[in-house]
């Protein structure tokens, strides 16, 4: 039997590994959350949408694939059976403002609140951001902005339509 020996430098040496990660953090880079996002991150979203005796609960999954968000978005409803869907955005998307309405919505994030249930979570592996609601009139403005935004991924929605409609209507 024989065995050689090489003196040769091993090309995949410590020195020569590049390790894949992300620089992504969800509590300073949520309203860039289209662009800031990479391959290996991925962002959920749980938003709860029920109103005095109709629960609706909507869960979104973002994660990048080269240059596009996939969002698979699954709901959950008290009148209809769940539904999932599959979306595909450019990641230079102008029309679905994910990180927009996050930053708007900035002044209803708290850290920890006992006396409430969060309205929408926004989580990663690292970091959780809970936007709450204070009342019936500010959740359905809070429910009204979310559906304005949905309706730009998916106009064939009747709930995300009837904002619109009920906006040109004004």
Known sequence: ML???SCKEEVNSDKNVEINQSDFKLKNDFAQLSSKLTNFDTVNISVDLSICTWERIEKIQLTKSNDSLKINLIVEDSDFEVQHQFFKIEENDSVWKIGNFLKNNENR???NDSDSSPRMV?????????????GLVDSNNFIAEYYRMM???DP???????ITTVDSIK
Not at 123 to 131: E, G, I, P, S, V
Not at 156 to 162: A, G, K, M, P, R
């Open 3 to 5: 065995v050689f020996l």
């Open 109 to 111: 994030l708290k850290t």
């Open 122 to 134: 926004v989580f990663n592996k690292t970091d959780t951001l809970k936007y709450y609601t204070d």
């Open 151 to 153: 309706h730009k991924i």
């Open 156 to 162: 064939t929605n009747e709930l995300y339509d009837l």
